[in-house]
Protein backbone atom coordinates (compact mmCIF):
# COMPACT_ATOMS: atom_id res chain seq x y z
CA UNK A 1 0.00 0.00 0.00
CA UNK A 2 1.30 3.73 -0.51
CA UNK A 3 2.85 5.30 2.65
CA UNK A 4 0.93 8.26 1.81
CA UNK A 5 -2.83 6.82 2.54
CA UNK A 6 -4.51 7.73 5.75
CA UNK A 7 -5.05 4.63 8.47
CA UNK A 8 -9.00 5.38 7.39
CA UNK A 9 -8.20 4.14 3.56
CA UNK A 10 -5.35 1.70 4.52
CA UNK A 11 -8.33 -0.19 6.39
CA UNK A 12 -10.84 0.05 3.83
CA UNK A 13 -8.47 -1.04 1.34
CA UNK A 14 -7.42 -4.49 3.27
CA UNK A 15 -11.00 -4.56 4.07
CA UNK A 16 -11.55 -4.92 0.08
CA UNK A 17 -8.90 -7.55 -0.12
CA UNK A 18 -9.85 -9.50 2.83
CA UNK A 19 -13.74 -9.70 0.62
CA UNK A 20 -12.29 -10.40 -2.63
CA UNK A 21 -10.13 -12.85 -0.93
CA UNK A 22 -13.73 -14.86 0.63
CA UNK A 23 -15.17 -14.55 -2.15
CA UNK A 24 -12.58 -16.92 -4.44
CA UNK A 25 -12.32 -19.13 -1.23
CA UNK A 26 -16.11 -19.31 -0.93
CA UNK A 27 -16.26 -20.05 -5.08
CA UNK A 28 -13.64 -22.22 -5.38
CA UNK A 29 -14.96 -24.31 -2.33
CA UNK A 30 -18.34 -24.73 -3.86
CA UNK A 31 -16.82 -25.66 -6.96
CA UNK A 32 -14.66 -28.62 -5.10
CA UNK A 33 -18.29 -29.28 -3.53
CA UNK A 34 -19.98 -30.01 -7.37
CA UNK A 35 -16.99 -32.05 -8.33
CA UNK A 36 -17.13 -34.22 -4.51
CA UNK A 37 -21.36 -34.45 -5.52
CA UNK A 38 -20.16 -35.50 -9.00
CA UNK A 39 -17.90 -38.06 -7.98
CA UNK A 40 -20.26 -39.05 -5.35
CA UNK A 41 -17.69 -38.37 -2.42
CA UNK A 42 -19.62 -37.82 0.44
CA UNK A 43 -16.68 -37.12 2.64
CA UNK A 44 -15.55 -34.26 0.41
CA UNK A 45 -18.66 -33.22 0.41
CA UNK A 46 -19.05 -33.24 4.23
CA UNK A 47 -15.51 -31.22 4.13
CA UNK A 48 -16.80 -28.48 1.99
CA UNK A 49 -19.72 -27.94 3.23
CA UNK A 50 -17.97 -27.61 6.71
CA UNK A 51 -15.85 -24.76 5.31
CA UNK A 52 -18.67 -23.16 3.59
CA UNK A 53 -21.34 -23.10 6.36
CA UNK A 54 -18.80 -20.16 7.56
CA UNK A 55 -20.05 -18.19 4.66
CA UNK A 56 -23.63 -16.79 5.52
CA UNK A 57 -24.19 -19.83 7.14
CA UNK A 58 -24.26 -22.47 4.41
CA UNK A 59 -26.50 -20.39 2.50
CA UNK A 60 -24.67 -20.66 -0.64
CA UNK A 61 -23.80 -24.48 -0.32
CA UNK A 62 -27.44 -25.28 -0.08
CA UNK A 63 -28.60 -23.07 -2.50
CA UNK A 64 -26.10 -25.03 -4.76
CA UNK A 65 -26.99 -28.15 -3.77
CA UNK A 66 -30.77 -27.74 -3.49
CA UNK A 67 -31.07 -26.17 -6.98
CA UNK A 68 -28.42 -28.78 -9.11
CA UNK A 69 -30.34 -31.16 -7.63
CA UNK A 70 -30.88 -34.20 -10.48
CA UNK A 71 -34.90 -34.53 -9.45
CA UNK A 72 -35.19 -31.29 -10.77
CA UNK A 73 -33.01 -31.48 -13.96
CA UNK A 74 -34.39 -35.01 -14.35
CA UNK A 75 -37.81 -34.91 -13.87
CA UNK A 76 -38.97 -31.53 -15.14
CA UNK A 77 -41.35 -33.28 -17.90
CA UNK A 78 -43.28 -34.56 -15.25
CA UNK A 79 -44.11 -31.68 -14.17
CA UNK A 80 -44.79 -29.27 -17.33
CA UNK A 81 -46.25 -32.02 -19.89
CA UNK A 82 -49.65 -31.81 -20.63
CA UNK A 83 -52.07 -33.64 -19.18
CA UNK A 84 -52.74 -36.70 -20.74
CA UNK A 85 -56.37 -37.06 -22.80
CA UNK A 86 -58.36 -39.10 -20.26
CA UNK A 87 -62.07 -38.74 -21.67
CA UNK A 88 -63.38 -41.35 -19.63
CA UNK A 89 -62.17 -39.88 -16.13
CA UNK A 90 -62.87 -36.76 -16.74
CA UNK A 91 -66.60 -37.76 -17.72
CA UNK A 92 -66.89 -39.81 -14.29
CA UNK A 93 -65.38 -36.72 -12.20
CA UNK A 94 -68.51 -34.43 -13.69
CA UNK A 95 -71.04 -37.17 -13.83
CA UNK A 96 -72.77 -36.98 -10.25
CA UNK A 97 -74.32 -40.66 -10.29
CA UNK A 98 -70.40 -42.14 -11.02
CA UNK A 99 -68.01 -42.73 -8.21
CA UNK A 100 -65.75 -40.27 -7.79
CA UNK A 101 -62.31 -40.83 -9.53
CA UNK A 102 -58.99 -40.75 -7.86
CA UNK A 103 -55.82 -38.01 -7.89
CA UNK A 104 -55.63 -37.58 -11.42
CA UNK A 105 -52.65 -40.04 -12.61
CA UNK A 106 -49.75 -37.90 -13.66
CA UNK A 107 -50.00 -35.96 -10.51
CA UNK A 108 -49.95 -39.25 -8.27
CA UNK A 109 -46.81 -40.51 -10.17
CA UNK A 110 -44.97 -36.93 -9.89
CA UNK A 111 -46.53 -37.48 -5.91
CA UNK A 112 -44.57 -41.12 -5.39
CA UNK A 113 -41.41 -39.83 -7.42
CA UNK A 114 -41.13 -36.79 -4.81
CA UNK A 115 -42.21 -39.38 -1.93
CA UNK A 116 -39.16 -41.52 -3.00
CA UNK A 117 -36.38 -38.94 -3.95
CA UNK A 118 -36.99 -37.13 -0.38
CA UNK A 119 -37.22 -40.53 1.31
CA UNK A 120 -33.93 -41.80 -0.25
CA UNK A 121 -31.97 -38.06 -0.60
CA UNK A 122 -32.60 -37.69 3.69
CA UNK A 123 -30.02 -40.28 3.68
CA UNK A 124 -26.84 -38.00 2.07
CA UNK A 125 -28.39 -34.81 3.88
CA UNK A 126 -27.99 -36.90 7.16
CA UNK A 127 -24.19 -37.91 6.08
CA UNK A 128 -23.11 -34.66 4.05
CA UNK A 129 -24.56 -31.47 6.03
CA UNK A 130 -23.74 -31.07 10.00
CA UNK A 131 -26.51 -28.60 9.67
CA UNK A 132 -28.90 -31.44 7.96
CA UNK A 133 -31.97 -30.03 9.33
CA UNK A 134 -31.67 -26.52 7.71
CA UNK A 135 -30.59 -28.16 4.53
CA UNK A 136 -33.89 -30.96 4.57
CA UNK A 137 -36.22 -27.85 5.18
CA UNK A 138 -34.83 -25.98 2.38
CA UNK A 139 -35.13 -28.81 -0.44
CA UNK A 140 -38.71 -29.69 0.90
CA UNK A 141 -40.28 -26.01 0.54
CA UNK A 142 -38.49 -26.06 -3.01
CA UNK A 143 -39.75 -29.54 -4.16
CA UNK A 144 -43.57 -28.19 -3.07
CA UNK A 145 -43.41 -25.14 -4.54
CA UNK A 146 -41.65 -25.90 -7.86
CA UNK A 147 -42.78 -29.08 -8.67
CA UNK A 148 -46.02 -30.50 -6.93
CA UNK A 149 -47.56 -26.71 -7.16
CA UNK A 150 -47.05 -26.59 -10.75
CA UNK A 151 -48.65 -30.02 -11.64
CA UNK A 152 -51.38 -29.50 -8.78
CA UNK A 153 -52.74 -26.15 -10.36
CA UNK A 154 -52.22 -27.84 -13.92
CA UNK A 155 -55.20 -30.78 -12.66
CA UNK A 156 -57.30 -28.16 -10.82
CA UNK A 157 -57.37 -25.95 -14.18
CA UNK A 158 -58.34 -28.88 -16.27
CA UNK A 159 -60.69 -30.00 -14.30
CA UNK A 160 -62.45 -26.39 -13.38
CA UNK A 161 -62.92 -26.09 -17.36
CA UNK A 162 -64.84 -29.50 -17.53
CA UNK A 163 -67.60 -28.59 -14.21
CA UNK A 164 -67.30 -27.50 -10.96
CA UNK A 165 -68.39 -30.65 -9.58
CA UNK A 166 -65.24 -32.11 -11.47
CA UNK A 167 -62.75 -29.43 -9.73
CA UNK A 168 -64.54 -30.00 -6.44
CA UNK A 169 -63.54 -33.65 -7.26
CA UNK A 170 -60.67 -33.32 -8.06
CA UNK A 171 -59.53 -31.11 -4.98
CA UNK A 172 -60.70 -33.54 -2.61
CA UNK A 173 -58.84 -35.91 -4.43
CA UNK A 174 -55.49 -34.45 -4.31
CA UNK A 175 -55.91 -33.29 -1.20
CA UNK A 176 -56.41 -36.59 0.32
CA UNK A 177 -53.64 -37.87 -1.75
CA UNK A 178 -50.78 -35.43 -1.02
CA UNK A 179 -51.74 -35.14 3.22
CA UNK A 180 -51.36 -38.95 3.14
CA UNK A 181 -48.14 -38.49 1.29
CA UNK A 182 -47.37 -36.05 4.14
CA UNK A 183 -47.88 -38.18 6.96
CA UNK A 184 -45.95 -40.99 5.71
CA UNK A 185 -42.89 -38.73 5.61
CA UNK A 186 -43.17 -37.51 8.66
CA UNK A 187 -43.96 -41.32 10.09
CA UNK A 188 -40.81 -42.48 8.15
CA UNK A 189 -38.54 -39.89 9.83
CA UNK A 190 -36.20 -38.80 7.01
CA UNK A 191 -33.18 -37.71 8.31
CA UNK A 192 -33.98 -38.97 11.52
CA UNK A 193 -35.07 -42.64 10.56
CA UNK A 194 -35.96 -44.89 12.27
CA UNK A 195 -37.32 -42.00 13.93
CA UNK A 196 -39.98 -39.63 13.86
CA UNK A 197 -38.89 -36.10 11.91
CA UNK A 198 -37.70 -33.08 14.41
CA UNK A 199 -40.59 -30.95 14.90
CA UNK A 200 -39.26 -28.28 12.60
CA UNK A 201 -39.28 -30.16 9.56
CA UNK A 202 -43.06 -31.66 10.52
CA UNK A 203 -44.50 -28.34 10.72
CA UNK A 204 -42.64 -27.54 7.07
CA UNK A 205 -43.78 -30.44 5.94
CA UNK A 206 -47.83 -29.51 7.00
CA UNK A 207 -47.17 -26.02 6.49
CA UNK A 208 -46.20 -26.96 2.68
CA UNK A 209 -49.15 -29.07 2.39
CA UNK A 210 -51.69 -26.35 3.61
CA UNK A 211 -49.42 -23.83 1.05
CA UNK A 212 -50.30 -25.99 -1.76
CA UNK A 213 -53.97 -25.35 -1.22
CA UNK A 214 -54.56 -21.93 -0.25
CA UNK A 215 -55.73 -20.36 -3.11
CA UNK A 216 -58.27 -22.83 -3.44
CA UNK A 217 -60.09 -22.21 -0.11
CA UNK A 218 -58.44 -18.85 0.69
CA UNK A 219 -61.82 -16.38 1.36
CA UNK A 220 -65.11 -17.58 0.04
CA UNK A 221 -63.54 -19.35 -3.14
CA UNK A 222 -64.45 -23.23 -1.94
CA UNK A 223 -68.04 -21.87 -0.84
CA UNK A 224 -68.93 -20.18 -4.36
CA UNK A 225 -67.34 -23.12 -6.19
CA UNK A 226 -69.51 -25.65 -3.81
CA UNK A 227 -72.95 -23.57 -4.10
CA UNK A 228 -72.27 -22.84 -7.91
CA UNK A 229 -71.88 -26.97 -8.20
CA UNK A 230 -75.10 -27.22 -6.16
CA UNK A 231 -77.27 -24.92 -8.78
CA UNK A 232 -75.78 -26.97 -11.34
CA UNK A 233 -76.82 -30.61 -10.12
CA UNK A 234 -80.21 -28.66 -8.71
CA UNK A 235 -80.53 -27.20 -12.40
CA UNK A 236 -79.99 -30.85 -13.41
CA UNK A 237 -82.19 -32.57 -11.56
CA UNK A 238 -85.48 -30.28 -12.18
CA UNK A 239 -84.52 -30.36 -15.67
CA UNK A 240 -86.72 -33.28 -16.47
CA UNK A 241 -89.18 -31.58 -14.09
CA UNK A 242 -89.32 -28.60 -16.99
CA UNK A 243 -88.82 -29.92 -20.22
CA UNK A 244 -92.89 -31.32 -19.28
CA UNK A 245 -94.20 -28.26 -18.17
CA UNK A 246 -93.12 -26.42 -21.29
CA UNK A 247 -95.34 -28.24 -23.37
CA UNK A 248 -98.40 -25.94 -22.31
CA UNK A 249 -97.67 -22.37 -23.57
CA UNK A 250 -97.89 -20.86 -20.23
CA UNK A 251 -95.22 -22.57 -18.96
CA UNK A 252 -92.78 -22.13 -22.47
CA UNK A 253 -93.16 -18.26 -21.52
CA UNK A 254 -92.89 -19.09 -18.17
CA UNK A 255 -89.57 -20.93 -18.83
CA UNK A 256 -86.70 -18.20 -18.17
CA UNK A 257 -88.14 -18.05 -14.45
CA UNK A 258 -88.34 -21.52 -13.74
CA UNK A 259 -84.51 -22.36 -13.93
CA UNK A 260 -84.20 -19.20 -11.38
CA UNK A 261 -85.93 -18.23 -8.41
CA UNK A 262 -87.77 -15.10 -8.38
CA UNK A 263 -86.11 -12.21 -6.64
CA UNK A 264 -87.47 -8.83 -7.55
CA UNK A 265 -90.84 -7.33 -7.80
CA UNK A 266 -90.04 -7.22 -11.89
CA UNK A 267 -89.95 -10.58 -11.89
CA UNK A 268 -93.65 -11.21 -10.49
CA UNK A 269 -94.89 -8.26 -12.71
CA UNK A 270 -93.48 -10.26 -15.75
CA UNK A 271 -94.89 -13.70 -14.95
CA UNK A 272 -98.37 -12.27 -14.26
CA UNK A 273 -98.05 -10.06 -17.43
CA UNK A 274 -97.31 -13.43 -19.07
CA UNK A 275 -99.54 -15.83 -17.09
CA UNK A 276 -102.82 -13.54 -18.16
CA UNK A 277 -101.15 -13.63 -21.65
CA UNK A 278 -102.49 -15.29 -24.55
CA UNK A 279 -100.39 -17.39 -26.85
CA UNK A 280 -97.55 -15.66 -28.44
CA UNK A 281 -94.73 -16.28 -30.32
CA UNK A 282 -91.58 -17.26 -28.14
CA UNK A 283 -88.52 -18.74 -29.04
CA UNK A 284 -88.31 -22.73 -28.15
CA UNK A 285 -87.15 -23.74 -25.19
CA UNK A 286 -83.76 -25.28 -25.18
CA UNK A 287 -81.43 -26.26 -22.68
CA UNK A 288 -78.54 -24.95 -24.44
CA UNK A 289 -80.42 -21.32 -24.15
CA UNK A 290 -80.54 -21.85 -20.41
CA UNK A 291 -77.43 -23.23 -19.53
CA UNK A 292 -74.40 -23.66 -21.74
CA UNK A 293 -72.48 -26.08 -20.59
CA UNK A 294 -73.61 -29.69 -21.95
CA UNK A 295 -73.01 -32.03 -19.16
CA UNK A 296 -76.63 -30.55 -17.40
CA UNK A 297 -79.04 -32.73 -19.98
CA UNK A 298 -76.39 -35.39 -19.83
CA UNK A 299 -76.82 -35.44 -16.23
CA UNK A 300 -80.27 -35.33 -16.50
CA UNK A 301 -80.24 -38.60 -17.95
CA UNK A 302 -81.80 -37.32 -21.24
CA UNK A 303 -79.99 -37.97 -25.07
CA UNK A 304 -78.85 -34.60 -27.10
CA UNK A 305 -81.12 -36.19 -29.96
CA UNK A 306 -84.11 -36.28 -27.87
CA UNK A 307 -83.40 -32.57 -26.48
CA UNK A 308 -82.62 -31.27 -30.57
CA UNK A 309 -86.25 -33.14 -31.16
CA UNK A 310 -87.94 -31.63 -28.64
CA UNK A 311 -86.59 -28.05 -29.74
CA UNK A 312 -88.27 -29.14 -33.39
CA UNK A 313 -91.14 -29.73 -31.81
CA UNK A 314 -91.97 -27.19 -30.33
CA UNK A 315 -91.05 -24.53 -33.60
CA UNK A 316 -93.46 -26.35 -35.31
CA UNK A 317 -96.08 -25.51 -32.77
CA UNK A 318 -95.42 -21.97 -33.25
CA UNK A 319 -96.03 -21.94 -36.85
Known sequence: MPDDMTDTQRQKRTNELVERFLERLEKDLLEQFDECKRQHNEHGMRECALALYDFNDGASVIGRFVNQHEFFLEHSHMVSEELA???????????????????????????????????????????????????????????????????????????????????????QASRNYIGSVVDDLKAHGLTEHPDPVTPLVASTLDQQLEDLFIPHFAGSTYVDMEKKSLEELYASLLYRFT?????????????????????????????????????????????????????????SGIPEDHVDAHCRRTRRQWR
Open 243 to 299: VFHVSTVESVSLSPFLIRPVTTEKDTHNISRLSRSTRTRTSCFCPRHIHGPNQLYRA
Open 85 to 171: AETEVWERAADPDAEPPAVESSLRSLIDEVKLVIEEESFTIKHVFSFHEQVLVTFLQRIFQQSIQQRLEMVLEKANSISPLAYLRAL
